[in-house]
């Protein structure tokens, strides 16, 4: 290939931002130019991260869409909730594509958004353009989009988990009772006295129980999917340990299925994604063996005696629950593979 | 008091009879004279575990009821499944009361036990006259019982959780559906793939899901306190530390009941009991807050949109759910105030 | 006994803090009166720590030496550095004996405090009068005092495991290198990006080599014991784990000493302690076999090819680095035996 | 390039085998072909890894030299002591190139090997003939070979940390002291009481002082590089983390060196090497900086109270430290850019 995409990254200083840089280092038709972050633009990149010495010395720029446009063709945004609604629309604007990996852009109503999230909603027009980036559900509307809102990290594991028995009616949408974990690094690189070593260390707890922001950007999907309304019991659990998300979820069975229908089922409805793998009966995944890659699995186990469900789906919070997931979106919004850079075996152990 | 009781623990190689000799280290009125293992007897305590190195220097007995009775009043079993349903009988001959840590005679029906637990039941009257020493909800049975079968840990943490709201009516016994959680010591000292540090470590997996053999468990006390019978959902996980299970347990409500409702129900039920704490709400309990203690914490969360409870129980595993708990079993039977001796507190951070 | 000891705690915020009223809750002669901060006075103490929840539910008590005089005979300090010089002459003209767990009264040079600490130094007569509580090499000093200074974590691992050494002449004191690493636990509780969990789970650093404000109470004591100025090469290391310190230290034989003869030595130096714990030769001690308990462990490797030894000593940092040799100097003060309510069996695993 | 080096790997069941395959899966000029266990051969290699799903399906292959010459042009050996020894000399015979991760060519002296590995010697004239591969130091001699021998972990991060120093003449080398710290999976995937998850979690320990196998191949490299023979002092230590290795080395300065001139003298003996990255004075690197690449960080503290040197080194032990490194040589052997195929970015966090 002649020319490679140049890629701009905000909130290069976080965790979203630096895993971007980490995994498009081996992207081969895609190349950063530019790392970006207000609060540290003008001094070396590997200040902050003595990981990426030698890798990427260069200065952070700040954030100035029209600077970036003549560095760059797709930004990145990798910012604190409410940020991006405030800059997105400038770099829209300078013709620059934008993914943005927070939740901004991700609920349709403002209603919900400003409920959930207590700040100001992104604005119209950019707000209804914005193309949910759940790329094995919508890839296809991310094709040519200028604006991807990239999925959060549980709606991510959660959705890909459910949707197909939805789909295929395999359950009842109204007994859905999801039970998430995730390792620390999903609450950022902020400190806290609630992401202190010492306090999470030999720890597990349970948080946000039924308030978690990414309640309304599962129910939105479920709903548009299962074509009605569906409401969800959901909690979030913190995890001793940095990355990995497992959804744990649970559903009354219409009908009778076995678990190897569910898997047949969803075979089917991954068949042509690389980045779902379906685990045989008896087998369930473990958050590991998707570790530092774009996978997604799922495993499954029927109990006839109540007749529930309960479907086991895991990925990495930081790449298919946010940096990986975005490249697959700009890989699609290209319209390329979906997987280019993306193949990354599991790190084990 | 002039004369102090006479304990001898069975099983002192596993973490469950470690644990028993560490807090029976402080206990006031009762000291340990024996301490046996079959595999390893004759050999120093201590040569497995430098940690009692100054502390227990003696050697280990082999299981000899004839010998033990000159030696102790009251024997505990931590052995693996299969042996107490075996060596029980002779121990209780010889004058011993017994307090065993296994799941041998914690089901009733032999049945059930040899479908969960693949090996022959124990045999009656010892099965029929076993108390199930779940202290909070059965402790006037255990006044004065010569044979004491000691909960398992995963139901301990979850019959705490849900026994107040059945007897209330709050919940619907039907809906139950248990997530739970511990770390690895609960898998005891044996050596496996499973268990190695290198798997685990920035791991989460689940297992056993529906088929743990604590689910009999569970449902048999579940169906006594519904006075019909309930059958659960149950799924486990591992978490990468080493103390702790989080019971995370999901129920319709029947009616309407807020998150203060079953906060008053709870602590009105456990009002005479030092063990159980019920958190405020919008707190809910995290692992390392019982760490190396005696405590069940509990915290609750209702949700309005969906009418469910969740409710949130916590214990550290190798104490309330196993050698604290059989202690606290030992203070109720000899008549004592049940927190003799375990008025730890939990140990932070 | 008739009377208890009353005994106040500032600084209940920190680790230390909250580790003594751990500590001191099993306590036969001393109980926790006053618990106080300056920041969160007013305020249940179980406010931020929900571990305590039903065993110190009270309302943590302001900076007020008259006050406390009312309700305390002795009074810890587990305050940060510099505090404890501006607050201890007001609680010792008020008639409170005072247990400084911080390194304000450590150093006998003002111009040593000043240049490691970065501080103003403690005042005179203060300054002179405190004894330096290394409990089994200064205990005889301890006795009666007014005023201890409790060592550091660093130097309690470190000293115990050299003095011996050095008072028999067996090692070169100029030729001592310590490699120090310790829990996180020992960087408090005020969070950092240094201390955040992502950042150091799965990791391990070095830092502060050479540079650590323990040094030079490290050579104090050194020097002391040599009757000659020793300096040392000390480095210091951050463990992904909360509790623990290892010293591994190394030095230079003076003729020629077997392994056994070290053990030999360190046994009849230590014959009348309690808490310090000599491993048999071949054997080195791990930091669990001493967590949440009062013991330092200490093992020998004689190597004839480089004429070297090394030695390894454990501790818990927050108790026999921290509040567990602040509560022996306490008995030490009062002329109880020294292990009165310590006698903890280290929690395994 | 028209044409894919051929890459067979037996022991594909180690930690090291399948740290081999998730390299190679993005090297642009080789690829596996064959993954050989003699002890599951026939059975899906997937069957032990469920990372490796969809990945690398394929059975694994028995150890048969002639049928893995039809399939493979260069063998990597990931095989415990002793294996490679009788195993390497068919696969020569056979025409394949021979890359040994083990320590079986590692000595020269066959007497050295029996002593510390207490196994047979490998035999003549293969012993001779195998090169050792630390690519940095001994890369010239790698080109073209056919036999390589891997250096181990330990050696690695520390003979870079050391060698420049010592042709430098900036240490003296009688004086040197090895600290070295790694994490759990450095012990491999045979499972034991001593990577059992409950004793190493939370734990820190000492093992193996001036007794570790790495010693002999440490001191061979020294003391060819001092060009007089060294003895060093070498302890290993425990991490509980899963990768990771950190050398922290002592040794007296000749005469007066600052920290800067330390730098300065390793950067330039790094120059041309992609790997080995220099921290700048006042940092020193943490294991997580190299989590999951090739590279090897070092940095420096001069103290001159003592004109000791205190360098700090950092590798991934499954990369640098083994699988990397291999790929590193058969760059070397074909030819090719040291780099290609390893230019990973360090996994943070």
Chains 1, 2, 3, 4 share one sequence.
């Not at 990254?9 to 530019?34: F, N």
């Not at 063996?289 to 005696?305: K, L, P, Q």
Request: net charge negative; aromatic share 8%; with cysteine.
């Amino acid at each position: 290939m002649s020319e490679q995409l140049r890629v701009a990254i905000v909130g290069s200083t976080g965790y979203g931002g630096v895993e971007l840089v980490r995994l498009l280092a081996s992207h081969p038709q895609a190349k950063v130019t530019s790392v970006i972050s207000s609060s540290s633009a003008g001094t070396p990149f590997s200040d902050g991260f003595p990981h990426l010495q030698h890798i990427r010395e260069e200065l952070l720029d700040d954030v100035d869409p029209a600077l970036i446009r003549t560095k760059a063709d797709v930004v990145f945004l990798a910012t604190p909730a409410g940020v991006a609604a405030k800059i997105t629309p400038a770099f829209l604007q300078a013709g620059l594509k934008v993914i943005d990996l927070s939740g901004d852009y991700r609920l349709k109503s403002p209603a919900l958004y400003e409920e959930w999230y207590k700040k100001p909603a992104a604005e119209e027009p950019y707000l209804s353009e914005a193309v949910f980036g759940l790329a094995e559900i919508y890839g296809e509307r991310v094709k040519g989009a200028a604006l991807i809102s990239n999925p959060g990290c549980y709606p991510t594991a959660t959705l890909l988990g459910l949707v197909p028995a939805i789909k295929a009616g395999f359950i009842d949408p109204a007994s859905i009772i999801i039970d998430a974990k995730s390792g620390v690094s999903g609450a950022g690189r902020g400190v806290s006295l609630g992401t202190h070593y010492s306090e999470l260390n030999e720890n597990f707890k349970a948080y946000k129980l039924n308030q978690h922001q990414h309640i309304p950007e599962i129910e939105m999907v479920l709903s548009d999917v299962a074509e009605k309304p569906v409401v969800t019991t959901f909690s979030t659990h913190l995890v001793p340990m940095t990355r990995g998300i497992m959804s744990t979820m649970y559903a009354n069975i219409v009908g009778e299925r076995t678990t190897e229908q569910f898997i047949a089922s969803y075979k089917e409805f991954y068949a042509d994604r690389q980045f779902v793998r379906i685990r045989p009966a008896g087998l369930l995944p473990a958050t590991k063996e998707v570790w530092g890659s774009n996978y997604c699995d799922i495993g499954f186990a029927v109990d006839t005696r109540t007749n529930r469900v309960t479907i086991v789906s895991v990925i990495d919070n930081l790449v298919k629950g946010a940096a990986g997931q975005a490249i697959q979106n700009m890989n699609l919004m290209m319209g390329w593979d979906e997987s280019l850079g993306l193949q990354f075996v599991p790190a084990y152990p």
